[in-house]
């Protein structure tokens, strides 16, 4: 049981670049979440799905799209990387049974640098 | 949107010390979560609380879910270097966590 999984670990994009951050969870969770994590400002909800097929919008996902076409795969796409998306972006799973929907499990991370 | 303060920002305590860090908010939520984060790892969970008033321990951890919904609190007993980290608190309801800012922990051993 990996958990929740996420590729590539470092990534450096020049302004303008597009690609695609993966995120996979092998505990068959319903609910898949992405965030981005930058200095003293916590983690801020990007987009996440309650389950395949159904996506919707956090906190800050402009500059982000999202899709959820199976129950393991949630990717996260940049279609034109901007310095300002240069973070480190955090992939999380949940189930309601048997702690609850919000009680998320969180991936390594991918660090990005967009210059 | 929805906020959590969480307290203190940083602390340096000495080995075998106990700690108690908080994090409060104006909304009321249905779960509230600790998560204790290394450098360059993702957040890891710790304790989870899901009933208003309720106490739960995890070895030397101990947090508890405010009455009023609104608040939390993390107690560590007897740190160990092993301790450090940044912890945060989160706090969730309608599929979605909310963050405080995270508390940074350094053990003097």
């Known amino acids: 049981n990996a958990g929740v999984t996420q590729t590539p670990k470092f990534q450096v994009l020049k302004t303008g670049q597009s690609m695609t951050l993966q995120c996979a969870q092998d505990?068959?969770?319903?609910?898949m979440s992405w965030y981005r994590q930058d200095p003293g400002m916590g983690l801020r909800l990007i987009h996440y799905s309650v389950g395949a097929g159904i996506t919707d919008q956090g906190e800050v996902p402009n500059g982000y799209n999202v899709s959820r076409s199976t129950t393991e795969d949630f990717p996260l796409r940049l279609l034109s990387a901007a310095p300002s998306q240069t973070s480190v972006y955090f992939c999380?799973?949940?189930?309601?049974?048997?702690?609850?929907?919000?009680?998320?499990?969180f991936g390594p991370g991918t660090r990005l640098l967009v210059l | 949107g929805q906020q959590l303060n969480q307290s203190p920002q940083s602390m340096f305590i000495q080995e075998g010390e106990d700690v108690s860090m908080n994090c409060t908010s104006s909304?009321?939520?249905?779960?509230w979560l600790w998560y204790k984060q290394d450098p360059g790892e993702g957040p890891v969970l710790l304790i989870a609380l899901y009933k208003a008033g309720e106490l739960t321990s995890n070895g030397r951890l101990t947090a508890q879910f405010g009455i009023t919904r609104k608040d939390s609190f993390l107690n560590i007993s007897a740190s160990i270097p092993s301790d450090v980290g940044i912890y945060f608190c989160?706090?969730?309801?309608?599929?979605?966590?909310?963050f405080g800012k995270g508390t940074l922990l350094t053990v003097n051993p």
């Open positions: 909304s009321i939520f249905n779960t």
């Open positions: 999380a799973s949940s189930s309601p049974y048997p702690s609850s929907r919000e009680t998320q499990y």
């Open positions: 505990m068959n969770h319903e609910y």
């Open positions: 989160a706090a969730g309801s309608n599929y979605k966590l909310t």
